[in-house]
């Protein structure tokens, strides 16, 4: 079955310690793409990659790293979370950029 | 700023009714994409429009791309309790060589009771 996977879905932690939220797809895509969701806020695009090795900022990067080491898999990594960063959070991919967006089931940060 | 206008906000209806949504911009989008998000899951993508004027139609639900490529609506005739969710709208800009925008609206919050 063609997917994205998150993991974890939930993840509750304190404010300083380094945390990573998998994201891996089995559609053999180029694209992939990290969103935050937040009330009156809609999804915001966090960082981007357009291939292996490529990625670059995308709205909200402050606070996040990615990685882009293999084609399948892109990881976002908190160095130091914060509170501020309480949130659900969709890695996504797609074809290329601009084709249609094929979203994972998501993972609910909450960082106290 | 917002780029991307969606109205109503919240929209709670009888099952058996009629409902548009509405996205709309001052910007021009080369494509517009139709997203559906049921609690706890991640958005999926229902429809994509390119050409001015377009009219898509998917079982109950008719999407319709501005002739000017600015706007779009989704129609949803006879609703059921399985059409609520969360609709979005996401428009993509070209902005230059090959970089390409997606940038999405707040989002509909569609409830229909049973």
Redesign the interface.
């Known amino acids: 079955e063609a997917q994205?996977t998150q993991n974890p879905r939930y993840l509750i932690t304190v404010t300083g310690k380094k945390l990573t939220v998998t994201c891996s797809q089995n559609m053999n895509h180029e694209y992939m793409s990290w969103?935050r969701q937040d009330p009156?806020?809609?999804?915001?695009?966090i960082y981007y990659s357009m291939n292996v090795e490529v990625t670059d900022k995308g709205d909200v990067p402050e606070g996040y790293k990615v990685s882009r080491k293999e084609k399948r898999n892109f990881p976002l990594i908190l160095e130091s979370p914060s509170p501020n960063q309480t949130s659900l959070y969709?890695c996504?991919s797609s074809l290329w950029?601009?084709s249609?967006?094929?979203?994972?089931?998501?993972t609910r940060l909450t960082v106290t | 700023t917002q780029l991307l206008e969606q109205s109503p906000q919240f929209l709670s209806i009888q099952e058996g009714e009629n409902l548009t949504v509405y996205c709309n911009s001052s910007s021009v989008f080369s494509s517009l994409q139709w997203y559906r998000q049921e609690p706890g899951e991640g958005p999926v993508l229902l429809v994509t429009v390119v050409t001015g004027g377009e009219v898509k139609k998917l079982k109950r639900l008719t999407f319709q791309f501005g002739d000017a490529r600015k706007d779009s609506s989704l129609h949803i005739t006879a609703a059921q309790p399985g059409d609520t969710g969360l609709y979005l709208c996401a428009g993509g800009l070209n902005s230059g060589g090959s970089n390409y925008k997606l940038t999405f609206g707040k989002g509909t919050l569609l409830t229909v009771n049973p």
Not at chain 1, 40 to 45: A, D, E, I, K, N
Not at chain 1, 100 to 106: I, V
């Open positions: 994205v969103y009156g806020l809609g999804l915001r695009q969709f996504a950029e601009g249609p967006l094929h979203f994972g089931n998501g």
